[in-house]
């Protein structure tokens, strides 16, 4: 049963970088057909895919954020990792990760996410 | 980029209704849909992926249907455990985009 965490500081200062890693627990980050996503909600608010990483290092990120958006991932240590740099007060959020599966059904591929962490609140705050 | 609409925002309903939910895609997206749910203070939960395929585990009572830019999620009989919020997402163009929720109460 794969599972994921999500870990890094609860708070960080404006316009400095945040720093989350999700660690991967149950299996190896680096089989199967998989996608590792970072997703964003802040309170009381939907959802917002941040981006993506295969485990090549391939990586898609939302345009609104992808200026300030890195996504890697060490799969010696079957983690990936969120960088946002230049936070402010907007950026203040639960951060999720979650496993981007592909599957096919020979005609076409489709994707979901199967597999949550439970998520991390960062405040960005003074 | 896609923009997801659900209706309605929220929903009132009692246990042993049969409860539906819309989403709409601001363009024609296949059938490239899924349906989480999310409890108050947890992660999303995928239910329903592929617009209509019910992901392992989950009761039958939840279902999916639709394709293009109209999708229908249903709980055919509303039990007091499905209190949440739903979300859909549409993964046919990146970046991935979900609707903004629909919130189940129980009446």
């Known amino acids: 049963q794969v599972q994921l965490q999500e870990s890094g500081p609860g708070l960080v200062k404006p316009s400095q970088t945040l720093s989350l890693t999700c660690t991967v627990s149950?299996?190896?980050?680096?089989?199967?057909?998989?996608?590792w996503s970072w997703i964003r909600q802040p309170a009381g608010k939907g959802l917002e895919w941040i981006g993506r990483?295969?485990?090549?290092?391939?990586?898609n990120y939302n345009p609104s954020l992808k200026s300030r958006v890195t996504i890697s991932v060490d799969t010696s240590k079957n983690q990936f990792s969120l960088k946002l740099s230049s936070v402010t007060a907007a950026d203040t959020a639960v951060y999720y990760c979650?496993?981007?599966?592909?599957?096919?059904?020979?005609?076409?591929?489709?994707?979901?996410?199967?597999?949550w962490g439970k998520g991390t609140t960062v405040t960005v705050s003074s | 980029d896609i923009q997801m609409t659900q209706s309605p925002s929220s929903l009132s309903a009692s246990v042993g209704d049969r409860v539906t939910i819309t989403c709409q895609a601001s363009?024609?997206?296949?059938?490239?849909l899924n349906w989480y749910q999310q409890k108050p203070g947890k992660a999303p939960k995928l239910l329903i992926y592929?617009?209509?395929n019910l992901e392992t585990g989950v009761p039958s009572r939840f279902s999916g249907s639709g394709s293009g830019t109209d999708f229908t999620f249903t709980i055919s009989s509303l039990q007091p455990e499905d209190i949440a919020t739903y979300y859909c997402?549409?993964?046919?163009?990146?970046?991935?985009?979900f609707g903004q929720g629909t919130k189940l109460e129980i009446k």
């Open positions: 979650a496993r981007d599966k592909v599957d096919s059904n020979y005609t076409y591929y489709y994707y979901y996410m199967d597999v």
């Open positions: 149950g299996g190896s980050i680096s089989s199967g057909s998989y996608y």
């Open positions: 990483i295969y485990t090549s290092g391939s990586t």
């Open positions: 363009q024609d997206i296949s059938n490239y």
């Open positions: 592929d617009a209509s």
């Open positions: 997402q549409q993964y046919d163009n990146l970046p991935y985009s």
